[in-house]
């Protein structure tokens, strides 16, 4: 079992900066790989981005490509995503998740946390 808990969510304004933390305990954090997904109201829970079990390997969607960047510390059992540049439409509860694989969608994660709502003011 892994236990994800996000922090970090809030309010900001258009063209600001949040930095999202997800803090995981119980198996080995380093034999996971760790995305971030978002959901707004009435849609889909959706990808953000993924990071490598080592961390060296990150993907991003299109959306969020140049503007958000995710990082791990394994030492420290932790993953971030660094917000700049957020737009209103990146507005929604974001949510930390593990697989034990290296395909990252929705249906194949292991794990989850409970989000952490960010929203973007215009």
């Known amino acids: 079992q892994v236990h994800l808990v996000e922090s970090g969510g809030g309010l900001v304004q258009a063209g600001g900066s949040l930095r999202l933390s997800c803090a995981a305990s119980?198996?080995?954090?380093?034999?996971?790989?760790m995305a971030w997904f978002r959901q707004a109201p009435g849609s889909e829970r959706d990808l953000v981005g993924v990071?490598?079990?080592?961390?060296?390997?990150?993907y991003y969607v299109d959306s969020v490509k140049g503007r958000f960047t995710i990082s791990r510390d394994n030492a420290k059992n932790t993953v971030s995503l660094q917000m700049n540049s957020l737009k209103f439409e990146d507005s929604a509860v974001y949510y930390c998740?593990?697989?034990?694989?290296?395909?990252?969608?929705?249906?194949?994660?292991?794990?989850w946390g409970k989000g952490t709502l960010v929203t973007v003011s215009s």
């Open positions: 998740a593990a697989s034990s694989g290296t395909v990252a969608v929705a249906s194949a994660m292991d794990y």
């Open positions: 119980g198996r080995t954090f380093s034999d996971y790989t």
């Open positions: 990071v490598s079990m080592s961390g060296l390997s990150t």
